[in-house]
């Protein structure tokens, strides 16, 4: 059965031609770093980022995790937004896999402040904790992008604090694509960085961490004590090529359909957002006055074939990707605006 599926962009199907290369792709052992695909992925992608060198891992969580490990030591503390994905949805996993705290501040629509994050290194006071990392987001999980000006003034400070920066760019290319810029214009902001190839590049599994060769070293050994030493990766590695290599490229299409999406919606009574922020392929919208609750909506909708999330405290989130046309949109739209009423 097709579904109109709107909860996210990582529900994506692989492309035929993703599907062939699994196929045909040569493969080996990537414990043994003889899987030549996985091998050609991960030079491919420290290229493509100017970056020393690049590993790949399981999942966007467990890059942004290696990268914790591998800058923190047991005890350290690294600075976050108080809505990002490593502090909100990443299973408190700096706590339980670097020991690490997380000090987190309140940006303003999620946007990082040099000047808070200045603030909030610590000093040489017996008790406190010491200041290891900062860690970024791009594009935001609110759907917005930071500017290459931000993240410079931002890098400005950790370099007079000798701090590294890890960044989260679940993605990246999404934000690339915003600013119009290259992927590596942010990688050069970083030290390190992870990027995921499932979300809206239309991998079935994987991303990508990148850094210095000695970071990079590290995380790979710490990727093994994680379980993720995958064995013959390359039929993985395959199509994560062509998702990285080709697919960014049309991403610019899913940020049009989503501002499409967004001014449909805003045309529906009761409907608020902000228009401003629909910057990459994410629309958060809230429903108010309806006769029908809002918490109702999702299985309703399902009843039709148009997949959503509940939404979270009262606001929703419907996501643009390879698999929804305008023609998607204005089925979903339609839908709703008969739920409304």
């Known amino acids: 059965m097709a579904y109109i599926d709107l909860r996210s962009d990582t529900v994506t199907h692989p492309t ?3 599907r062939e290369a699994m196929f045909r792709a040569e493969v080996g052992d990537d414990v043994y770093v003889d899987d030549s695909t996985t091998n050609e992925l991960e030079r491919r992608a420290a290229k493509l980022l100017g970056m020393e060198a690049a590993l790949f891992v ?4 467990m890059g942004n995790q290696l990268g914790i490990m591998a800058w923190t030591g ?6 976050v937004g108080a809505e990002s994905h490593i502090f909100l949805d990443e299973v408190g996993g700096p706590a339980l896999l670097a020991a690490a705290n997380m000090h987190t501040l309140h940006f303003q629509n999620g946007i ?5 994050i200045e603030a909030a290194i610590r000093g040489d006071d017996i008790h406190e904790p010491r200041t290891a990392l900062i860690c970024l987001e791009n594009a935001l999980a609110n759907g917005r992008v930071v500017t290459l000006q931000t993240m410079e003034e931002i890098r400005k400070v950790a370099k007079a604090y000798k701090l590294p920066i890890h960044l989260d760019g679940a993605r990246l290319f999404n934000a690339a694509t915003a600013l119009g810029v290259s992927a590596a214009d942010i990688a050069s902001k970083v030290d390190t960085l992870t990027f995921c190839l499932s979300k ?5 599994i994987g991303a990508i961490f990148a850094g210095p060769r000695s970071i990079v070293t590290r995380a790979r050994k710490y990727r093994k004590l994680l ?5 013959q990766t390359g039929v993985l590695a395959a199509p994560a090529l062509i998702a990285m290599e080709e697919m960014p490229g049309r991403l610019h299409i899913d940020h049009e359909n989503a501002r499409y999406m967004a001014q449909k919606l805003g045309e529906l009574p009761g409907v608020t957002l902000d228009l401003e922020a629909v910057e990459i392929n994410m629309v958060f919208f809230s429903v108010r006055g309806t006769k029908k ?4 909506f999702k299985e309703a909708l399902l009843r039709q074939n148009i997949k959503i999330n509940d939404p979270s405290g009262g606001v929703f ?3 643009t990707h390879n698999g929804i046309t305008r023609g998607d949109i204005d089925v979903a739209v339609d839908a709703l605006a008969a739920l409304i009423g």
């Open 227 to 231: 379980g993720g030493g995958m064995r």
């Open 200 to 204: 809206g590049l239309c991998a079935p």
């Open 74 to 79: 047991r005890g350290d503390e690294i600075i």
């Open 112 to 116: 990082p402040n040099a000047q808070m």
């Open 58 to 61: 399981s999942s966007g969580t």
């Open 317 to 319: 989130r419907w996501m």
């Open 16 to 18: 035929q031609a993703m």
């Open 293 to 296: 609750a809002p918490s109702t």
